[in-house]
């Protein structure tokens, strides 16, 4: 009897303080990215729900790792969603004895992954071919202005 093996991780954010839609501004534009894709684009953006979906993205990678010991290289992110979440409810006081409510709303974030290399639906990326100039050797010269010798160096 043969087992499929699961190709899926999740990580699940609930109670996240912040409206729904700004998180899903943010979440349409990492969906369907790879991981390391996603973590430069996270880092980068100015929002402020980014935070709470770089955690969540780096929480399910480290699932897929520890639960089905897949390298972070192969992963992509399959599905992204977010929901509304409960609404806390606060009176403001206000002049002459009357109260203002305020209404705090949260969200549910949830993160799946996909390990491409156990799918058969994906092409390998090692499979695909590599120009000749990348397999070799390259090493980046800087050249120092302020010394009067010119002298190279390599990084």
Same mark, same amino acid.
């Given at each position: 009897?043969?087992?499929?093996?699961?190709?899926?991780?999740?990580?699940?954010?609930?109670?996240?303080?912040?409206?729904?839609?700004?998180?899903? =501004?943010?979440?349409?534009?990492?969906?369907? =990215?790879?991981? +390391?894709?996603?973590?430069?684009?996270?880092?980068?953006? %100015? #929002?402020?729900?980014?935070?709470?979906?770089?955690?969540?993205?780096?929480?399910?990678?480290?699932?897929?790792? #520890?639960? @089905?010991?897949?390298? +972070?290289?192969?992963? *992509?992110?399959?599905?992204?969603? *977010?929901?509304?979440?409960?609404?806390?409810?606060?009176?403001?006081?206000?002049? =002459?004895?009357?109260? #203002? %409510?305020?209404?705090?709303?949260?969200?549910?974030?949830?993160? *799946?992954?996909?390990?491409?290399?156990?799918?058969? +639906?994906? *092409?390998?990326?090692?499979?695909?071919?590599?120009?000749?100039?990348?397999?070799? #050797?390259?090493? @980046?010269?800087?050249?120092?202005?302020?010394?009067?010798?010119?002298?190279?160096?390599?990084?």
């Amino acid at each position: 009897m043969l087992k499929k093996k699961k190709t899926e991780v999740y990580a699940l954010g609930q109670h996240i303080s912040m409206s729904a839609d700004k998180a899903r =501004r943010v979440i349409d534009q990492i969906r369907g =990215r790879s991981y +390391e894709e996603t973590l430069m684009i996270l880092e980068l953006m %100015p #929002y402020r729900a980014c935070y709470s979906i770089f955690k969540l993205v780096y929480s399910a990678a480290a699932n897929a790792s #520890y639960n @089905m010991g897949s390298n +972070e290289v192969n992963l *992509v992110i399959s599905q992204a969603e *977010v929901n509304e979440g409960s609404t806390r409810k606060k009176l403001k006081p206000r002049a =002459r004895g009357r109260s #203002y %409510p305020i209404k705090r709303s949260t969200c549910h974030i949830t993160i *799946v992954m996909k390990d491409i290399s156990l799918d058969d +639906e994906y *092409v390998k990326v090692d499979s695909l071919k590599k120009p000749k100039w990348k397999n070799q #050797y390259t090493a @980046m010269a800087y050249h120092d202005m302020d010394s009067s010798e010119g002298i190279w160096d390599k990084k």
